[in-house]
């Protein structure tokens, strides 16, 4: 019997038919069915997932397999996909959230002109597609494709309006910060084909092949791809190019930070959860940079004044967050934020754009204020999304958020008392954003005020629908300490990722827990209301101006790594290029030049010359052939 | 006789034809000096060939036979060119009124 599965290649066809229509006719397609075409393909690969969804809660996961992608000699690579509940999942996520973004991006993009209408919605498209194929993938060759796939995306998106310069640097910024990346999980790829000569996730995790991998091995392949998921999931060292990414339509940043592309890296290791169990120094690794990370970014957001780069902060802050609980074997609590937060940041993106939208174009948050009365519907969602985000019961961002805090106390206190800082600083700079924007009073121009305007409905729409899933979205995830078999996720996901019998906590330290993180969380919300609610700009000093330049960790880059490699780029250029290889060159020819001049004078014409040269080397074979030789 | 007197003569003939090409001006004279080394190579064949006739005649009754044979057309081929080589000298001498072959270095040029 054909398994009802047969169809789930429609899934990532779709987007790619998609973008092959609008890419191909971006020319000549209308605005309307450039729409069209870019929604219904994810719509209908939306459906389609929910479909495979219910089919894999039913229990029915499928494996297809559809040619050989490589085939040398006993390498065999196929191109296969794995549709399993964490793949399903993350399918509902990718779509649903990614149908959300080209909805409003129809009309957030509206003053495109046609042919870079079509090039975005194809791009997005693609983008789609790429993400699809890499969490369908039922081996890490076909997760790499989707993996640069999301990587060429997002460099063309992020470079979209490709006559700034600035924007294209950030783009070519984020290219090559992920290239450092790839490389790493290219070598652990390389790794595992010279140690198991298997790539599948299904060979690769069976039992009997780990026994064949060292611990040194697994360590290193481990660290290897957590190397590639800090590139692509914006980790410590790798993150400064997401908040650059900013340089795109808020949409695609929207596409970026919550659907696709940063929740690669957090896929790809929770995918790997066997490997990954299997190594502790990885996972101290990993558990310790995703809580630096967050601490970092969440520093650095709280003086930040483009509302996109603070909600880009916070999207680096919440990767750790989920970096921090695979690092703590939470892996299910990971793919859990990421749900909820593909929730909440889509609509804080979506209601940054609808804010930027009627601000003219304006992002600082200085020249903004009082905008409450006259954007009610995103007033009132992003206030949605700021109180998920910052965890307060019973919004989806709280059980996630909680779900990590709890590994992290298992863990160790330290690294609880940390992330708990971490979040309560969450709280804070989402407020502080929240109400510089929409509070006080308005601070633009008078042009700006007069201009100003709800967005049309197919802008709003997403945003409320965001919304509601912002505030349910965390109930499938429910602790059981507040509800016997609340925990749907874990028990969803359990056949992917293994539950380790690890020592839990009592109900009475949860909910301990629990009370702490949201009296101070509420705390903090407070303390930002006092400070910000009659915010007026003002010069930073002292720390606030190192937070305000990102601890110029780009400065540190650049003078570390980039100037040394320019200058060792024009060294190469100046000196190594026009003396040795240039050098080189020219030597060769002066020397054929000067030897054939050399050569010619032997030339004398005179007969007995010649013969006398014969007899010459005659003689010479003759003393070869019986001294030497013999 | 022993076979080391034909070799020392040959062997005199063709240094003698050596040392005259290599020495000599004359075109002439060093033809006749070409004519010596191929002579002398010629003995040498017709003593070898001898030589091996002597010591297989009573297995092999035709032994040798193929170095005297190679002498035959030795000769033939040096009668040739002797032939060619006396026609090139008279060209020569009508162009540039001698047969030094000094002077005959054009192809420098």
Redesign the interface.
């Not at chain 1, 930027?356 to 954007?375: P, T």
């Not at chain 1, 008078?446 to 109930?475: F, N, R, Y």
């Given at each position: 019997m054909q398994n009802a599965l047969q169809i789930v290649y429609l899934i990532p066809l779709l987007p790619l038919i998609g973008f092959l229509i609008n890419g191909l006719g971006r020319n000549y397609l209308s605005k309307p069915v450039i729409s069209l075409v870019g929604c219904g393909t994810i719509l209908a690969s939306f459906i389609l997932s929910i479909w495979v969804f219910i089919q894999v809660r039913g229990g029915n996961t499928f494996d297809p397999h559809y040619f050989n992608f490589i085939s040398v000699g006993k390498l065999v690579i196929p191109f296969a996909f794995k549709i399993d509940q964490l793949s399903s999942l993350f399918l509902l996520i990718i779509t649903g959230v990614g149908f959300l973004i080209h909805v409003y991006s129809t009309s957030y993009m509206h003053e495109e002109k046609p042919e870079h209408f079509g090039r975005y919605f194809s791009y997005l498209n693609l983008f789609v597609f790429s993400m699809l194929l890499l969490v369908m993938g039922a081996n890490f060759v076909i997760l790499f494709i989707g993996w640069e796939g999301v990587g060429l995306c997002s460099y063309l998106l992020i470079g979209y309006w490709f006559k700034n310069t600035a924007y294209n640097k950030a783009a070519s910024k984020a290219f090559i910060m992920n290239r450092i990346g790839d490389l790493a999980f290219l070598i652990a790829i390389f790794w595992l084909i010279a140690k198991l000569g298997t790539v599948s996730f299904s060979e690769v995790f069976a039992a009997t092949n780990l026994a064949k991998l060292k611990t040194l091995d697994i360590t290193v392949i481990t660290i290897l791809l957590f190397i590639g998921a800090t590139g692509k999931s914006a980790q410590i060292p790798l993150y400064t190019w997401l908040p650059d990414a900013m340089a795109g339509p808020t949409p695609v940043s929207a596409l970026i930070h919550a659907a696709t592309m940063v929740t690669a890296g957090i896929y790809m290791i929770a995918r790997s959860n066997v490997l990954y169990s299997m190594s502790h120094i990885t996972m101290d690794i990993v558990a310790y940079t995703g809580l630096a990370t967050a601490l970092l970014a969440a520093t650095i957001a709280l003086k930040q004044n483009d509302i996109k780069k603070v909600l880009a902060y916070s999207t680096v802050s919440q990767l750790g967050f989920m970096f921090l609980a695979l690092g703590t074997g939470a892996y299910v609590a990971a793919v859990f934020h990421v749900m909820t937060h593909a929730f909440f940041k889509a609509l804080l993106f979506l209601g940054s754009g609808s804010v930027i939208h009627a601000m003219s174009g304006e992002q600082d948050i200085r020249y903004m204020g009082g905008l409450s009365k006259k954007l009610k519907i995103t007033f009132i969602t992003f206030l949605i999304g700021c109180i998920a985000i910052a965890g307060i019961p019973p919004f989806s961002g709280f059980f996630s958020k909680d779900a990590i805090l709890l590994s992290a106390y298992i863990k160790s206190p330290v690294l609880y008392g940390i992330a708990l800082f971490t979040a309560m600083l969450t709280a804070f700079y989402m407020f502080r954003l929240f109400f510089i924007t929409f509070t006080g009073s308005f601070r633009g121009t008078e042009e700006q005020k007069h201009h100003l305007h709800e967005s049309p409905a197919a802008m709003t729409i997403p945003l409320v629908i965001l919304a509601v899933l912002s505030i349910i979205g965390g109930l499938v995830g429910v602790p059981e300490a507040i509800m016997h078999g609340g925990d749907k996720l874990t028990a969803f996901l359990s056949p992917v990722i293994a539950q380790h019998a690890e020592h839990t906590v009592a109900h009475s330290t949860e909910y301990m827990l629990m009370g702490l993180s949201t009296g101070l969380v509420i705390v903090m919300i407070i303390a930002a209301w006092f400070i910000f609610r009659n915010y007026q700009a003002k010069e930073a000093t002292g720390l606030g101006k190192v937070l305000e330049n990102k601890w110029y960790v780009d400065e540190i880059y650049d003078t570390l790594i980039v100037k040394p490699l320019k200058k060792l780029g024009s060294f190469l250029n100046d000196i190594f290029e026009k003396n040795v290889v240039d050098g080189m060159v020219n030597g060769v020819g002066k020397l054929v030049n000067y030897g054939s001049r050399q050569m010619r004078l032997l030339?004398?014409?005179?007969?007995?010359a010649y013969?006398?040269l014969m007899?010459l080397s005659m003689v010479v074979f003759f003393v070869i052939q019986f001294f030497i030789r013999k | 006789m022993p076979i080391n007197y034909y070799i020392f003569l040959a062997l005199a003939l063709f240094s003698i034809g050596?040392a005259g090409?290599?020495?000599r001006?004359n075109a002439i004279i060093i033809f006749m000096c070409i004519e010596l080394m191929l002579n002398a190579v010629n003995l040498l064949l017709v003593a070898f060939s001898k030589m091996h006739h002597l010591q297989m005649a009573t297995t092999n009754a035709v032994a040798g036979t193929d170095g005297q044979l190679f002498v035959f057309f030795i000769m033939v081929v040096a009668a040739a060119e002797v032939s060619v080589g006396l026609a090139i000298i008279v060209m020569m001498y009508r162009n540039i009124h001698s047969v030094d072959?000094?002077f005959?270095?054009?192809?420098?040029?």
């Amino acid at each position: 019997m054909q398994n009802a599965l047969q169809i789930v290649y429609l899934i990532p066809l779709l987007p790619l038919i998609g973008f092959l229509i609008n890419g191909l006719g971006r020319n000549y397609l209308s605005k309307p069915v450039i729409s069209l075409v870019g929604c219904g393909t994810i719509l209908a690969s939306f459906i389609l997932s929910i479909w495979v969804f219910i089919q894999v809660r039913g229990g029915n996961t499928f494996d297809p397999h559809y040619f050989n992608f490589i085939s040398v000699g006993k390498l065999v690579i196929p191109f296969a996909f794995k549709i399993d509940q964490l793949s399903s999942l993350f399918l509902l996520i990718i779509t649903g959230v990614g149908f959300l973004i080209h909805v409003y991006s129809t009309s957030y993009m509206h003053e495109e002109k046609p042919e870079h209408f079509g090039r975005y919605f194809s791009y997005l498209n693609l983008f789609v597609f790429s993400m699809l194929l890499l969490v369908m993938g039922a081996n890490f060759v076909i997760l790499f494709i989707g993996w640069e796939g999301v990587g060429l995306c997002s460099y063309l998106l992020i470079g979209y309006w490709f006559k700034n310069t600035a924007y294209n640097k950030a783009a070519s910024k984020a290219f090559i910060m992920n290239r450092i990346g790839d490389l790493a999980f290219l070598i652990a790829i390389f790794w595992l084909i010279a140690k198991l000569g298997t790539v599948s996730f299904s060979e690769v995790f069976a039992a009997t092949n780990l026994a064949k991998l060292k611990t040194l091995d697994i360590t290193v392949i481990t660290i290897l791809l957590f190397i590639g998921a800090t590139g692509k999931s914006a980790q410590i060292p790798l993150y400064t190019w997401l908040p650059d990414a900013m340089a795109g339509p808020t949409p695609v940043s929207a596409l970026i930070h919550a659907a696709t592309m940063v929740t690669a890296g957090i896929y790809m290791i929770a995918r790997s959860n066997v490997l990954y169990s299997m190594s502790h120094i990885t996972m101290d690794i990993v558990a310790y940079t995703g809580l630096a990370t967050a601490l970092l970014a969440a520093t650095i957001a709280l003086k930040q004044n483009d509302i996109k780069k603070v909600l880009a902060y916070s999207t680096v802050s919440q990767l750790g967050f989920m970096f921090l609980a695979l690092g703590t074997g939470a892996y299910v609590a990971a793919v859990f934020h990421v749900m909820t937060h593909a929730f909440f940041k889509a609509l804080l993106f979506l209601g940054s754009g609808s804010v930027i939208h009627a601000m003219s174009g304006e992002q600082d948050i200085r020249y903004m204020g009082g905008l409450s009365k006259k954007l009610k519907i995103t007033f009132i969602t992003f206030l949605i999304g700021c109180i998920a985000i910052a965890g307060i019961p019973p919004f989806s961002g709280f059980f996630s958020k909680d779900a990590i805090l709890l590994s992290a106390y298992i863990k160790s206190p330290v690294l609880y008392g940390i992330a708990l800082f971490t979040a309560m600083l969450t709280a804070f700079y989402m407020f502080r954003l929240f109400f510089i924007t929409f509070t006080g009073s308005f601070r633009g121009t008078e042009e700006q005020k007069h201009h100003l305007h709800e967005s049309p409905a197919a802008m709003t729409i997403p945003l409320v629908i965001l919304a509601v899933l912002s505030i349910i979205g965390g109930l499938v995830g429910v602790p059981e300490a507040i509800m016997h078999g609340g925990d749907k996720l874990t028990a969803f996901l359990s056949p992917v990722i293994a539950q380790h019998a690890e020592h839990t906590v009592a109900h009475s330290t949860e909910y301990m827990l629990m009370g702490l993180s949201t009296g101070l969380v509420i705390v903090m919300i407070i303390a930002a209301w006092f400070i910000f609610r009659n915010y007026q700009a003002k010069e930073a000093t002292g720390l606030g101006k190192v937070l305000e330049n990102k601890w110029y960790v780009d400065e540190i880059y650049d003078t570390l790594i980039v100037k040394p490699l320019k200058k060792l780029g024009s060294f190469l250029n100046d000196i190594f290029e026009k003396n040795v290889v240039d050098g080189m060159v020219n030597g060769v020819g002066k020397l054929v030049n000067y030897g054939s001049r050399q050569m010619r004078l032997l030339q004398s014409g005179q007969v007995g010359a010649y013969v006398l040269l014969m007899v010459l080397s005659m003689v010479v074979f003759f003393v070869i052939q019986f001294f030497i030789r013999k | 006789m022993p076979i080391n007197y034909y070799i020392f003569l040959a062997l005199a003939l063709f240094s003698i034809g050596v040392a005259g090409v290599l020495t000599r001006r004359n075109a002439i004279i060093i033809f006749m000096c070409i004519e010596l080394m191929l002579n002398a190579v010629n003995l040498l064949l017709v003593a070898f060939s001898k030589m091996h006739h002597l010591q297989m005649a009573t297995t092999n009754a035709v032994a040798g036979t193929d170095g005297q044979l190679f002498v035959f057309f030795i000769m033939v081929v040096a009668a040739a060119e002797v032939s060619v080589g006396l026609a090139i000298i008279v060209m020569m001498y009508r162009n540039i009124h001698s047969v030094d072959v000094n002077f005959l270095n054009r192809l420098k040029h």
